[in-house]
């Protein structure tokens, strides 16, 4: 079965970190860029960061560059984003895509 299985968010204080991993099943997770989006409410679903097949090329989004990292291992088909420094408007339900399927999504909340 393909698919893309999100976990790692909850509720932060703002200046936390959180880490959220995807776990890839299905397909040769090696051969694909991979990509995590968020959609807050009332907001369009908007792309936070991409990386390359291999990992040789990181994207980001201007609004979490310096704070959020994306990295993979492809030997556990899993993507992950490490966010640090983070604020209220990171709040979003966060979202894995490989170029063919989304992930359920999961929820991060920072909040005092």
Known sequence: QVQLVESGGGLVQPGGSLRLSCAASGFTFS????????????KERELVATITSAGARLIYADSVKGRFTISRDNAKNTVYLQMNSLK???????YCYSGRI???????????
């Open 31 to 42: 051969s694909y860029a991979m990509n995590w989006y968020r959609q807050a409410p009332g």
């Open 88 to 94: 209220p408007e990171d709040t979003a339900v966060y």
């Open 102 to 112: 989304w992930g359920q999504g999961t929820q991060v909340t920072v909040s005092s």
